[in-house]
């Protein structure tokens, strides 16, 4: 069983930048996974990367603008999101599954366990 708490979100203006936190309650070797649902739309994974290596996955939409990293001191990771725009507005999850990622899956909902309760995200125009 592992428990995630994401913390971070907020409202900014288009461009600006918000640091999401995903706090895990224990150790190990994960796929960590941030995913978000923007109103009336289905969830979308985002970015992930595994605990045990320095491997991260992202959707088309978020590279070069959001970056994924973990403290596994701290077993925290992190999504450092800049240059926001208004479609990236949501509610942002962290997910874990004990796995490496795979670039075929990482997206994918059915791929992970565990899941956080969300953050929210507003970016205005």
């Known amino acids: 069983q592992v428990l995630l708490v994401e913390s971070g979100g907020g409202s900014v203006q288009a461009g600006g930048s918000l640091r999401l936190s995903c706090a895990a309650s224990?150790?190990?070797?994960?796929?960590m996974g941030w995913f978000r649902q923007p109103p009336g739309k289905e969830r979308e994974g985002v970015a992930s990367?595994?605990?045990?290596?320095?491997?991260?996955y992202y959707a088309d939409s978020v590279k070069g603008r959001f970056t994924i990293s973990k403290d596994n001191a701290k077993n925290t990771v992190y999504l450092q999101m800049n240059s926001l725009k208004p479609e990236d507005s949501g509610m942002y999850y962290c997910?874990?599954?004990?796995?490496?990622?795979?670039?075929?899956?990482?997206?994918?909902?059915?791929?992970?366990?565990?899941w956080g309760q969300g953050t929210q995200v507003t970016v205005s125009s």
């Open positions: 224990n150790d190990g070797s994960y796929c």
């Open positions: 997910a874990a599954e004990a796995n490496y990622c795979t670039t075929a899956y990482f997206r994918s909902e059915w791929f992970y366990t565990y």
């Open positions: 990367i595994y605990t045990s290596s320095s491997s991260t």
